[in-house]
């Protein structure tokens, strides 16, 4: 006991801090030439003229509108944002959250919700006659169709990478066959 010291003085450093009011965000200009990119762009474009043709009627007359309204306007916003954080490279800043399966079971529930969205604008437009919005519901239904298949092809390209198929993926060259 009596080698124990009686004080013990302790030093810490602080790693050097960065200057307020700096953030340092860089846009990711190779991503935008990437098929992901191209069919989110695709995505938001068809989306937008979905959603803008619906709500150019009377949509609240028949509820299986709102529901298309609902998840054209929804996937819409959900993309913009997606996109942005893929390409300002925010993804990278928040490692914890497993990118690629998140954006595999975004674009398989977002697939499935215009399936539906398709079909409804397709029975509405087949079961309801109305002076004048029957073409606005006819071009939702082909746009409803395009962004359906964007997002079928989105759903593709994210299980190829989530699957890793040769992108630099170590876990998949681990394990043994």
């Known amino acids: 006991m009596a080698d124990f010291p009686g004080s013990v003085n302790t030093h810490t450093s602080a790693a050097a801090a960065s200057p307020q009011g700096t ?11 990437t098929v992901p ?9 068809a989306g937008l003229l979905v ?10 007359f028949v509820p299986a509108l709102g529901w298309v309204m609902f998840v054209s306007v929804t996937l819409w916003i959900l993309t913009i944002v997606l ?12 490692s914890f959250v497993p990118w690629p399966l998140t954006i595999l079971v975004y ?4 697939t499935v919700l215009y399936i539906t969205a398709f079909i409804t604008t397709c029975v509405v437009t087949g079961s ?5 919005a029957t073409g606005h519901l006819i ?12 997002y079928g092809a989105s759903t593709f390209f994210s299980y190829m990478t989530w699957k890793g198929n040769g992108n630099g993926n170590a876990a998949g060259s681990t394990v043994p066959v």
Not at 23 to 33: E, Q
Not at 37 to 45: G, Y
Not at 83 to 94: A, D, S
Request: hydrophobic share 60%.
């Open 83 to 94: 996109f942005c954080m893929l390409l300002l490279g925010i993804h990278h800043k928040l």
């Open 107 to 110: 674009d398989g529930v977002a």
């Open 23 to 33: 953030i340092t965000m860089a846009v990711d200009v190779s991503f935008v030439r």
């Open 139 to 150: 071009g939702a239904a082909i746009f409803a169709c395009i962004v359906t298949g964007a």
């Open 37 to 45: 990119a191209i069919l989110m762009m695709v995505e938001t474009a």
């Open 128 to 132: 309801y006659y109305w002076f004048g």
């Open 51 to 60: 959603w803008s043709l619906i709500a150019s009627i009377h949509y609240t």
